[in-house]
């Protein structure tokens, strides 16, 4: 849950996805869900000469599974929350293991 928490926190914020087919893919996060399936609006192939037949494709599904991974802006991160809720899972497993 902490994950979907985090990027719920970057609706409409441009990332890039990279995915585990070596293609990146750059767009704005219009929604995700839980198992990491992201809808991006305005998504443009990083490199289009390598692949050019995706160019014409600008709304994307991308499946959770073949993610590899999700680059963020710097400035979108908050470190503090993903601190806390860091720490509270840990406690969490810590709690469930004793």
Same mark, same amino acid.
């Given at each position: 849950?902490?994950?979907?928490? &985090? &990027? !719920?926190?970057?609706? @409409?914020?441009?990332? #890039? *996805?990279?995915?585990? @087919?070596? *293609? =990146?893919?750059?767009?704005?996060? !219009? =929604?995700?869900?839980? &198992?990491?399936?992201?809808?991006?609006?305005?998504?443009?192939?990083? /490199?289009?000469?390598?692949?050019?037949?995706?160019?014409?494709?600008? +709304?994307? &599904?991308?499946?959770?599974?073949?993610?590899?991974?999700?680059?963020?802006?710097? /400035?979108?991160? +908050?470190?503090?929350?993903?601190?806390?809720? #860091?720490?509270?899972?840990?406690?969490?497993?810590?709690?469930?293991?004793?």
């Amino acid at each position: 849950m902490l994950i979907f928490s &985090f &990027f !719920k926190t970057l609706m @409409n914020t441009e990332i #890039t *996805v990279e995915l585990k @087919n070596e *293609v =990146s893919i750059r767009g704005t996060i !219009k =929604s995700i869900d839980q &198992f990491l399936n992201i809808k991006l609006d305005n998504a443009t192939v990083v /490199d289009e000469l390598k692949w050019p037949h995706m160019s014409s494709t600008h +709304d994307m &599904f991308i499946r959770g599974s073949v993610v590899r991974y999700v680059h963020i802006p710097p /400035d979108k991160v +908050d470190i503090g929350l993903l601190e806390d809720a #860091t720490r509270r899972e840990a406690e969490k497993s810590k709690a469930g293991a004793a």
